[in-house]
């Protein structure tokens, strides 16, 4: 303790406390900075997903991928609209609150779908009544029905339509890469994104502030570097009295250490207790 304190006497160490201290504030504040518009990019990015087309048997493996948010999947197939001139695409989807024989439909299906929803799958035609409109953030038709209607057209496909809404968006091609694992195409792999206002400028600052935190690492490391060396060459001086005093070598270099690593625990300490307490504040 009494040669901590001789330590941080020295108008040297105080000076070292004040720089370290300013450099651990600039890449504490960076990070928050930088993890901060970090998330609000993957908060206007919440929209996007992921789609693909697999086996059925891939489900299990596909539900314990980490990372995912929601997973929906669904039977792709396809209705006539009211014309019957041409075809549109529709997904089916299941959902327990759904009675057997009816359908919850999407907004956007409410101008071919009246009261009754008719559907094609494999050439055969299947009628629903419909309950319920759903009004959900989603670009597609979709239509939910019953788990045992569900299961029911399940038997006439091998194939599930994916859609997958990771946790973090910018993090989508870890789950893309551990789908390629189970054989499925990253070309089969369809990548919706949905940017909303002001998703690129978080991320242009993300990757600005990744880049000047770089460079503050790396003065950071010549400082530190630099000032470790100035401190062993100032202790080495008070060596003989050291010595002198009944300090053996190993005794005297572990307090060098103990040294070195007390001017860093605080300032860490210290930067760390600024940087709260500007989080509290603004």
């Avoid at 050439?123 to 597609?140: A, L, P, S, W």
């Avoid at 990757?207 to 000047?212: C, E, F, N, T, V």
């Amino acid at each position: 303790m009494i040669i901590l304190k001789s330590f941080y006497r020295k108008k040297n160490t105080k000076i070292y406390l004040v720089i370290i201290t300013l450099l651990f504030l600039a890449m504490g504040t960076l990070l928050y900075l930088r993890q901060n518009n970090y998330n609000r990019a993957n908060s206007n990015l919440e929209p996007s997903y992921i789609k693909f087309n697999s086996n059925k048997e891939n489900l299990e493996f596909i539900k314990n991928i980490k990372g995912i948010k929601e997973l929906k999947y669904g039977i792709e197939t396809y209705y006539y609209d009211e014309t019957y001139n041409y075809s549109k695409s529709i997904y089916i989807f299941s959902n327990n609150t759904v009675e057997n024989n009816h359908t919850y439909i999407s907004q956007q299906l409410t101008s071919d779908f009246l009261s009754i929803a008719s559907i094609t799958l494999t050439e055969n035609k299947y009628n629903f009544k419909v309950d319920k409109i759903i009004n959900e953030n989603i670009d597609f038709n979709y239509m939910y029905i019953s788990p045992t209607d569900f299961k029911t057209l399940s038997t006439k496909t091998k194939y599930y339509t994916f859609f997958i809404y990771p946790n973090k968006w910018l993090e989508k091609n870890k789950i893309i890469n551990k789908l390629q694992t189970k054989g499925i195409a990253k070309e089969d792999i369809e990548v919706n994104e949905k940017t909303r206002l002001y998703s690129n400028s978080f991320l242009t600052k993300y990757y600005i502030i990744s880049i000047i935190l770089i460079t503050i690492g790396i003065i950071f490391l010549i400082v530190l570097f630099i000032t470790i060396k100035n401190i062993l060459v100032d202790e080495n001086k008070n060596t003989k009295l050291l010595k002198y005093l009944g300090f053996h070598n190993n005794m005297i270099k572990k307090n060098h250490i103990l040294k070195i690593i007390s001017l860093l625990t605080l300032s860490i300490i210290i930067s760390t207790l600024i940087i709260s307490l500007i989080i509290i504040i603004f």
